[in-house]
Nanobody, 126 residues
Framework: QVQLVESGGGLVQAGGSLRLSCAAS????????MGWFRQVPGQEREFLGT????????DYADSVKGRFAISRDSANNTWYLQMNSLKPEDTAVYYC???????????????????WGQGTQVTVSS
């Protein structure tokens, strides 16, 4: 059973940075597509970015392009979301996700992932 465990959320001032981690277990992740979403209570889930494990070239939502970066550590089955130049509107619960197989950004944006982390709160103060 695939399990994803997130860490790294917290409180940061506007303009600051945070790095979220997603530690994965229970799968052969070189066959997966993974990435990140976020959600503000009462709003729809927002796609942030995605990357196929085998071809680690991320695709991003326009809202975070140039500020957020996805990377992975194959040795530890972990992927990351580096968030820079944070704004108060980035405040949300952030979720990592994964799905078996290769998926396009368009598919991930529309359908999300099959496996999700528990979510981690990111709060950006002004």
């Amino acid at each position: 059973q695939v399990q994803l465990v997130e860490s790294g959320g917290g409180l940061v001032q506007a303009g600051g940075s945070l790095r979220l981690s997603c530690a994965a277990s229970g799968g052969t992740f070189e066959r997966y597509t993974m990435g990140w979403f976020r959600q503000v209570p009462g709003q729809e889930r927002e796609f942030l970015g995605t990357m196929r494990w085998r071809t680690p070239i991320p695709d991003y939502a326009d809202s975070v392009k140039g500020r957020f970066a996805i990377s992975r550590d194959s040795a530890n089955n972990t992927w990351y979301l580096q968030m820079n130049s944070l704004k108060p509107e980035d405040t949300a619960v952030y979720y990592c996700g994964a799905v078996l197989g290769s998926r396009s950004i368009h598919t991930i944006r529309r359908t999300g992932f099959d496996f999700w982390g528990q979510g981690t709160q990111v709060t950006v103060s002004s």
